[in-house]
Each structure stands twice: as C-alpha cells, then as structure tokens.
C-alpha cells in the first residue's frame, strides 16, 4: 500500500481508474475516530475533482472486518468526563459524511467483509455498489450499549421489506451476506476467495463490470423464513407489546428475540422504536440523518449511554444497570425529549423543519 506508514489510521492510494480507502485500525477493528471521518471526507473532494479517479473503494485492514463503528471508547469517556461536545462534533463530520457518501457523483464500492457494525454501515452501505461476503456480519447493535442507531441507520432498515429492519434495529441482531442483501443494505455477494480479482478489475473496469466476473448468488439467510412472526409481533405500537406478542407467539426464535429485548436498555429501544417509524415519514436520508442527531446528542445526557459501554466494552461484565430499569418507567415525555430540535446546534441537512 502506498503513501502514509502503518501507523495511519486510515490509507489512501490510486491504482488505475480506482482510488482506495483503507480503514487501517485492524486491532480495534478498524473503528472510526473523528481523524479518520476528516480524512475520507478530504479525500472525497479531491477525487470528486479529479477526472483520472473514476470509482472509489473503501475495505478494512487485516482479516476481521470493514470496521466495528465509532471508537465508542471515546464516546464514554466523553459522555462520563467531559460535556459532551467531542462526541457532537464527531457525529456532526460523520453523518455529514454518511450523505455525501449516499450522494457521491462517482461509484462509491464498499467491500463489507467480516464485522460492519454501526459507524461501519455509515461508511458503506449508504454506497451504490455494496459487497458483502460468506465472512460479513452486519448489525446495528446500538440498543445494547444505551444508544440508538445512527449513521443513517434508521434510514436504512426503515426501508427494509415488512419489519425486518425493527427487528434489527430492536435487537441489534448480526445478519450474514443474504440477510444483508434481503433487508437492503448491500447489493452483490463476492466469496472472499474473489476479493483480490475483484480489487483487480476495478482498477481497469466500471464497477458492474468487475463485478460481473466474480459475483455470485448469496448463502440463503434466516430472515425470509421468519418473516411471518417478526412481522406480526414488531407492527405493534409499543416495545411492551412487541414483546407480548413475542413471547405469546410460540416460536422458539421470537421468544429469543423477546429475552434479548428484556436485556436492552429500555429508553433506547422507546427511542429507537420512535426513530424507525418518523424515518419511514421522513423518507430522504438527510432529515433522517438530522433526526438522528437530535437523538445522538440528547443520549450524551442520558446515564444508559455510558453505562452501556462501561458494561458492553470498558469492563465487559456483560451487566448494564439500566435508568430507568424496565420499560414501564419510560414515559411518552421521556422519548419525546431525544427528538427536541437543537436550534443553532441542528445538523442542518435538510432545509427547513422536518
């Protein structure tokens, strides 16, 4: 790889008609920091200006994934030490970056093999070439940690057939290759062992033709078949019915899906409920994106956020303390307070109230 060191921690180079991102984290999962997010988003409006580049690939260090998401060990520290502000400007740069990607004049291919979660989805599957691999696991796992999903991700699954996306993002449930491409949120299936060809061909080729040569069928996925009981139990207004109709339903995956919900954190999943049925009334990406926000900064005041990762990834006992502890507690007015219009600090995508 050309250009800067290893200790970068993200690369760029061209090679024939394509230029490359390289997330280069690979033992933290080539998670996002604020640098990073500055970076691609420079080399964006170079490239968008140069008429030598004319597709752009993105792919993750070493063997275990695109990125995990934002350096969310830095989001605690910030939500627990300081006010708050390092977190709000790195989502503001991120999700700006998120829709200029989703609206990038030239093909924008994301190679998503291995782990794509969260801040990861932002950076790839708002691309209009996609590629996911026997190896992808992809997910919104933001309800574990107190958080709620972001990046456009209310966006996506909002969009996804029937409700599989609030399923997933309820759940925070990791999907493979042929659950990803049913629910949306990639476009080709390429084995692993053809990454390199492909890689290869873009650098002569237009993406859909490099993709011709080693695109396949994907592995059958597990949504399809369970899409008669996630849509009947998840169309229901409230998380406590959703998880009645989970538990009452009788097969043995819901109620899995019921006890995983019971162990999220319950105002994010009120939140998160809320923010998947708006985005499906706000359509376009970039309001969505500003509602996310609101909600983004409005979770730096809540104690699940840091409690979730001190639990999830500081120091991983696996047993968050929730405040409030069960989903009665949350009220209507507790949600409502994460979509409070920010006035002079609004992200501001999209003109005009939304």
């Not at 989903?327 to 949600?335: G, I, K, N, S």
Request: charged share 25%.
């Amino acid at each position: 790889m050309s250009g800067a060191g290893k200790a970068e921690p993200v690369l760029f180079h061209t090679r024939g008609r394509a230029a490359h991102i390289t997330l280069n984290r690979p033992r933290a999962l080539n998670a996002l920091t604020h640098v990073m997010v500055r970076r691609i988003d420079e080399a964006l409006s170079a490239w968008e200006r140069d008429p030598a580049v004319e597709t752009v690939v993105i792919t993750g260090a070493g063997e275990r994934g695109l990125c995990a998401g934002g350096d969310i060990r830095a989001i605690h520290d910030d939500a627990r030490d300081g006010d708050g502000t390092a977190s709000a400007l790195f989502w503001r740069d991120e999700y700006r970056l998120n829709a200029r990607i989703a609206r990038y004049p030239k093909p924008y291919v994301a190679v998503m093999d291995g782990i794509v979660m969260g801040g990861g989805v932002g950076v790839s599957a708002h691309g209009d070439v996609r590629v996911v691999t026997e190896r992808s696991r992809v997910a919104m796992p933001e309800t574990g940690i107190g958080f709620v999903p972001d990046v456009g991700g209310t966006h996506l699954l909002a969009a996804a057939p029937g409700e599989l996306g609030t399923h997933l993002a309820l759940t925070g449930a990791q999907i493979g290759a042929g659950d990803a491409m049913l629910c949306g949120l990639a476009d080709h299936f390429v084995p692993t062992s053809l990454l390199p060809g492909l890689l290869d061909a873009l650098a002569e080729l237009p993406a859909e033709q490099a993709l011709a040569g080693c695109a396949q069928a994907p592995p059958e996925g597990v949504l399809a078949a369970r899409r008669v009981w996630i849509d009947a139990c998840y169309s229901a207004d409230t998380v406590e019915e959703i998880v009645r109709r989970l538990l009452a339903h009788g097969d043995p995956a819901a109620e899995e899906a019921a006890r995983t919900l019971l162990g999220r954190s319950p105002t994010a999943l009120k939140v998160t409920l809320a923010s998947l049925r708006r985005a499906r009334e706000l359509g376009r990406l970039e309001p969505v994106l500003d509602q996310e926000y609101r909600v983004s900064c409005a979770a730096l005041d809540t104690s699940d956020l840091v409690e979730g990762i001190r639990a999830q990834v500081v120091d991983k006992d696996r047993t968050p303390r929730w405040s409030p502890k069960t989903l009665a507690e949350v009220t209507d007015a507790d949600v409502e307070r994460f979509f409070t219009p920010l006035g002079a600090r609004e992200l501001g995508l999209s003109p005009g109230p939304c």
